[in-house]
């Protein structure tokens, strides 16, 4: 089974705004054995909208659309789907209740214009938004399934588990998953992780599904094999042999992510990060969580230390310089201390940013390991 994920909206073709929705859909999709086929986005053009509808119409069983459904002049999604189709727009009470409801209860004037957000093709079934006043709604054209979704993630997030979850969940149940593993390798360039993986793998069966990716990340180069799961006998073998080849030079492995892991380790502690080495890496890969966090802390500094500041501390990590190709990675959780070297195999000149970069990743999987 394939799908196809269609964005509208000026704000991402013009760069205002990333579009991650397609990264999420297609995530939950994988999840459940459907294949994305394409992702396209357009901005607020009736005639752009009907062209992408049509090109991806004819590439899957599902599409989804995102964006278009808000109540001012430039959200016509549900317009263009309903000429598209040749299904001719119906008001929905219940959605106008929903819409009244949910902004005198926060003490918004409900508008009129906002009931623009209320129609929807003959024959679709409205998909109630539990985050917003922009309901999705989901219909069948010739032999296309349509999930028509609004733009905010938090909203299609509320949407897909209130009503799409289990219509796909449903569909899918027989469908034959594709499993994905994947290793996280640090330290040496693509071409070289490339040879080596191709090469063990150049006497691999031939006669089923079998997909090699590679994905660089800095400071990672991140290797991905793909096989249906009903192939795990045959395959299982193959993977063997590339965990044998990539342990040594791998950090995480199926799409973990350390600083993640450092997240779930520490979140209930009073942590400090000493950093002298990293130049802001350190902080930039465990920003994401720390509004999860509170309670952490971070001193950084390009100077060396000349007091020992985490002397009587039980739960801190610290990276100090060594020399050009290494540093000391010191922490302590629940006072229990641990130092290391960390060396970097990139020696040039003018690989010093890269080698911050090594210093950082291999000091939080350090960091993640198990108490």
């Known amino acids: 089974m394939k799908a196809s994920i269609l964005a509208i909206g000026t704000e991402l073709t013009s760069g205002q705004i990333i579009n991650k929705n397609a990264s999420t859909i297609s995530h939950k999709l994988k999840a459940l054995g459907v294949q994305t086929s394409a992702h396209l986005t357009v901005p607020d053009d009736r005639s752009a909208i009907v062209d ?50 949910r902004l005198t209860s926060r003490g918004f004037v409900v508008k009129d214009m906002q009931k623009q957000q209320c129609y929807y093709p003959q024959g679709a079934e409205v998909l109630y938004n539990s985050e917003g006043t922009a309901n999705g709604f989901y219909l069948l054209h010739s032999s296309t399934e349509i999930f ?67 994905r660089v990340h800095l400071p990672y180069v991140e290797v991905k094999l793909s096989y249906q799961s009903s192939d795990e006998e045959t395959w299982g073998f193959w993977v063997a042999k590339i965990e044998q080849l990539l342990s040594p030079m791998t950090v995480s ?26 130049n802001g890496f350190m902080h930039a890969r465990l920003s994401p969580f720390l509004k999860n966090v509170p309670s952490w802390s971070f001193k950084q500094s390009d100077s060396v230390l000349s007091v020992d500041l985490f002397e009587n ?23 229990k201390r641990t130092q290391i070297t960390i060396e970097a195999p990139m020696k040039a000149k003018l690989m010093g940013e890269r080698r911050k970069q090594y210093f950082t990743e291999i000091a939080l999987a350090e960091l993640a390991k198990p108490v």
């Open 52 to 101: 992408a509808l049509n090109f991806l119409a004819g590439k899957s069983e599902l599409l989804f659309v995102t964006g278009g459904l808000g109540p001012t002049s430039d959200d016509f999604t549900r317009e263009v789907i309903s000429e598209w189709t040749k299904q001719p727009l119906h008001f929905d009470e219940t959605s106008w209740k929903q819409i009244q409801d």
């Open 148 to 214: 028509v979704l609004p733009g905010p993630p938090r909203e299609i997030e509320a949407v897909w588990r209130d009503h799409i979850q289990s219509k796909l969940i449903n569909k899918t149940k027989n469908i034959v998953k594709v499993v994905t593993r994947s290793w996280d390798t640090i330290g040496f360039g693509e071409s070289d992780i490339a040879f080596q993986v191709e090469e063990t793998l150049k006497h691999r069966p031939r006669n089923s599904f079998f997909e090699i990716g590679y």
């Open 253 to 278: 492995r199926d799409f973990t992510d350390v600083a993640e892991q450092v997240l779930k380790k520490l979140k209930d502690y009073d942590f400090t990060f000493y950093d002298y080495v990293s």
């Open 313 to 335: 501390e039980d739960n801190f990590s610290a990276l100090l310089p060594f020399e050009d190709d290494k540093v000391i990675f010191i922490y302590s959780v629940d006072g």
